[in-house]
């Protein structure tokens, strides 16, 4: 079935993106990028092809000789050829920095990737041992690592990379923590994607330009640390570097002060040509993402988090051990007894769900109604495992088909989310990764849960963006996010979650951030997909117009608990609890309507938007 969707058709933002592929391309097409590579080459890998001559050979007779053929830059103190130790010598400190800045990576990136995302005790041991390893003086720590080690410049630039470490450490936890919140990233989870995946997909590619641009000024730092080492004179003396030059030099400085000039041109061009580089490669990646990197909808595509979710801890209680695999006496699908949901708040643990039960049968919609901060969508986080970490969650029972679901770990809690119990949210755009196209990110959990191949995944996906009702479905399957509109980015995610054929869809208020047409469409598709597939369907709502449209059960909270529970024509026929009757009058239909406004009543001006003078204030 293919509904009309005028909403999408007018929204839709027709833009050409690039792929990630052109990367190098686009690096090579930037000159500043392309001069910095010719530079940081020629220091590095050509010195054989650019001289003849040996940097370490002496001869007392070429001793600070002048510039001639034979030594194009003249000679050193000790007659060795100045330009065949720059340009060995770019290799010497370039490999050394280079050496600084791979360990530097090696334990700031994983470190900094596990404590920003699993947070917990990795991150509270690993900040402390930054923090400890940012208050050593790093100077100090290097000389006397040189003059314990001897002169080996290398093993003083592995130490210095360990000394590094805790500033890419931090750059990627607090990379990795502001994205983690991302709800795109919470969807993931939900459609049952593994830690690894999501870390892989979704949190590497935000963390890899700011890493760059750190690597880039680690290099540079590393080179001058270097040369600042073997300046003092604690490098191989057998070895040409920019820094024994310079300490050559500075024995000179008298009778021939140019030998200053040529390590310094190359350090301080080399520090310059990694800056620039960075900032490149950084330009470049944004260029090859710009398809997707876009804000989606503005600011509209992002609810404030903090406010709205909580992570899960598994405190769950004493009461559930042993209540694994419990059958329930009726088809219930879903059984939930006595959720509390606490926060820790300034003012004490503050209790937002306190003792909710619920139960969802196959095939049956279960509309949840209540006020704003009622304690719906926390519900259903909890049921979904996507509350905070801090925040304490209890309850008497979770069963799930038969399964107690409170005593699961994480892994087997991967198996049931996206594949049987799956998950559509109140803002769609904000629950798509805007890196991705919509297609990669649909196929990769149906290739995971169902082990399809590329091309089955591919083909179930786009028939599901037809039967959701897309017009164009290979169209939005090679779109951003961003070139979609709000509906079809519902679709989109309507199709996600059913395509792994869920036995329980769990939908917080999926329309609430649509307008009243397509609401109603979107409405109709959850009613027609629940029927096809005999799903059980809880529905967060506060519209009592959608629960009399599509639910068969409803129960009513208020301030975190479930006040009434009935089936929806009973509800609306006899409603039992105040709150409920309280609720139903405050909806439109229902209200008395308000009565004529007397001849002799006036409205104040500032009410009407009248000004003194007389004229109507607005928009023209
Ligand atoms: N991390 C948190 N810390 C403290 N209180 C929280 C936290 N997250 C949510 N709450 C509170 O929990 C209560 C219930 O929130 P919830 O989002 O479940 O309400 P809701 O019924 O879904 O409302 P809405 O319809 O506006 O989405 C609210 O008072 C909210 O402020």
Known sequence: MTLPQPEEAAHTIAVATPGRAGLLRRLLRSPVAVTCLVLLALASLFAPLLTGQDPAHTSLTDSLAPMSGQHPLGGDGVGRDVLARLLYGGRTSLLGALLAVAVALAIGVPAGLVAGYYRKWFDAVSSWLSNLLMAVPAIIVLLVVMSAVGQNTYLAMAVFGVLMSPGVFRLIRASVISVREELYVDAARVSGLTDPRIIRRHILPVVQAPTIIQAAQMLGLGIVIQSGLEFLGLGSASQASWGSMLNDAFANIYTKPVLMVWPGVALAVTVAAFGLLGNAVRDALAGSAVGGRRPSRGAAGRRPVAAKKARHTTSVTSAMNGMSETADADDALLVLEDLTVTHPTAEGDKAVVDGVSLKVRRGEVLGLVGESGSGKSQTAFALLGLLPREAQVSTGRLVFDGTELGRLGRADMNRYRGRRIAYVPQEPMSNLDPSFRIGAQLVEPVRRHLGLSASEARAKTLGLLERVGIADP???????????????????????????????????????????????????????????????????????????????????????????????????????????????????????????????????????????????????
Request: glycine fraction near 6%.
């Open 474 to 620: 290979k169209r939005v399957f090679n779109a951003y996010p961003h070139q979609i509109s709000g509906g079809m980015a519902q679709r989109v995610l309507i199709a996600g979650a059913v395509s792994c054929e869920p036995d329980l869809l769990i939908a917080d208020e999926p329309t609430t951030a649509l307008d009243v047409t397509v609401q109603a469409e979107v409405l109709d598709l959850v009613r027609s997909l629940q029927r096809e597939r005999n799903m059980g369907v809880i529905l967060v709502t506060h519209d009592f117009g959608v629960v009399a449209d599509i639910c068969d059960r409803v129960s009513v909270m208020q301030t975190g608990a479930v006040v009434e529970s009935a089936p929806v024509a009973q509800l609306f026929a006899a409603p039992q609890h105040p709150y409920t009757r309280m609720l139903l009058s405050s909806t439109l239909e229902d209200a008395e309507p308000r009565a004529a406004l007397s001849p002799g009543h006036t409205v104040p001006a500032s009410v009407a938007g009248i000004t003194n003078t007389g004229r109507q204030e607005g928009p023209a």
